[in-house]
């Protein structure tokens, strides 16, 4: 079981911001001090390029920097050597697309994915379809943006190589059926590529388990540093794929003659000098969060979220675009004031949530809208701040929302 209270002393944040609600979690999460320190002593204590100095500080960075991966391959329950760092989610997706671009997909073959996903795993998609002529077709969705896993099996033909989809969606909090639909894949030779940047954060991934082929998520969104991505890849698919980057470090020789040498993964993705302090900041927010209990964050968020619906459905101003899924962010709009003018007035309420279409600019066609509010928990919130929260949206109207700006 969780201690709330507790936690919540681990993060300096709310010291520093006693009167704000921070439901802004989809986007970014809040740093323990843990972390702090973490990144705090790289730089006052032990500062050093990796994999490049002979002297003491630079060792302990080395083991620091490389020792990360065994966080994170402990938290995914996979091999150290599948784990690379990237600048971010965003950075490992398009790693995916360009690596299965060479040597993986040819002109006419399909990848599989949703209309409710983000634009870090659409955008790197449509880029293969304008330049090597990969097709890009949609598993069919409900309104709420969760799959029929029976029509999603018509959707595979030969011609299908790779199907890439988020285990939970950024703005419904949909949760794909990811064993079934990795083994639906797998079954008909095609990969199964995840984006992992809201699941990972919030609940047990085992990738063994799941069978995954790839996965792409985010230290920022697991109370880690900004600019660090995690890359998950089997090895022997790491081994088959090219590097988006080139330069130091990723290389074991290069000649005069213009012919060079690649290091084994994961080395060979992490071209030039990384986010030493980030990586390690990151690991340190990995082993906080192993710490908590990933099944017990998971337990935790979903009975808040329950009770946050419970609540927000109460209100007659307010529309709930995801009232049937148990998990991620409650998407929302006051049925009068545009999302934008009423995360306005929650901001003056100094309430945090996003506003907008989040990143996910084809999802109207499931949802019938192009813009919500956004609240996104984490295991810290609690139940006063979504009283608050609440009673704040009551008051949502063109009059307030007006008001604000004037």
């Not at 032990?46 to 065994?70: F, K, W």
């Not at 079934?180 to 047990?204: N, S």
């Not at 880690?224 to 990723?250: A, C, N, S």
């Not at 409650?330 to 004031?337: H, I, P, Q, R, S």
Request: hydrophobic share 40%; glycine share 6%.
């Amino acid at each position: 079981m969780i201690d709330v209270q507790a936690i919540r002393k681990d993060f300096p944040f709310f010291e520093a911001n006693p009167d704000l609600v921070y439901f802004d979690n989809g986007a970014t999460t809040l740093k323990p001090q843990c972390v702090i320190d973490a990144v705090t002593s790289f730089y006052t204590r032990h500062t050093s390029n990796v994999h490049r100095g002979d002297y003491a500080i630079a060792a302990e960075n080395d083991r620091l920097y490389d020792g990360a991966r065994s966080s994170f391959a402990k938290l995914l329950n996979c091999s150290p050597k599948e784990i690379v760092f990237t600048h971010n989610a965003t950075a490992s997706m398009n790693q995916i697309a360009y690596g299965l671009s060479h040597g993986f997909l040819k002109r006419g073959d399909v990848i599989l994915t949703t209309e409710a996903e983000h634009a870090s795993n659409l955008l790197p998609w449509f880029r293969l379809k304008e330049d090597y002529g990969i097709e890009v077709r949609y598993l069919p969705m409900d309104a709420q943006a969760n799959l029929d896993l029976k029509a999603a099996e018509a959707c595979f033909t030969p011609e299908v190589k790779a199907v890439a989809a988020a285990l939970v969606t950024n703005v419904l909090g949909s949760i794909l059926p990811v064993k079934e639909l990795a083994a639906m894949a797998h079954k008909h030779g095609a990969l199964f590529i995840a984006d992992g940047a809201q699941a990972v954060p919030h609940m047990k991934i085992d990738v063994q388990d799941l069978d995954i082929d790839f996965l792409a998520f985010s230290a920022h969104k697991m109370c880690g540093p900004d600019g660090v991505g995690i890359l998950y890849g089997k090895y022997d698919l790491l081994e088959r794929m090219e590097p988006v980057f080139m330069g130091g470090d990723m290389n074991a020789r290069f000649q005069k003659s213009c012919t060079y040498e690649l290091k084994h993964a994961p080395t060979k993705f992490e071209a030039g000098t990384p986010n030493i302090e980030g990586v390690i900041g990151a690991a340190a927010a990995c082993d906080y969060l192993m710490q908590i209990g990933l099944d017990e964050i998971h337990a935790y968020e979903k009975e808040l979220r329950a009770y946050f619906l419970e609540k927000l459905s109460a209100l007659e101003n307010i529309v709930i675009y995801n009232p049937d899924n148990e998990y991620g962010p409650l998407a929302f709009n006051d049925k009068e004031v545009f999302s934008q003018d009423a995360a306005g007035y929650l901001a003056a309420k100094n309430i945090a949530v996003r506003s907008g279409n989040h990143c996910a600019k084809i999802l109207h066609e499931i949802i019938g809208t192009d813009s919500t509010i956004r609240a996104s928990l984490y295991f810290y919130n609690t139940r006063e701040e979504v009283d608050r929260c609440v009673q704040a949206c009551s008051e949502i109207s063109l009059e307030n929302a007006v008001g604000i700006f004037f």
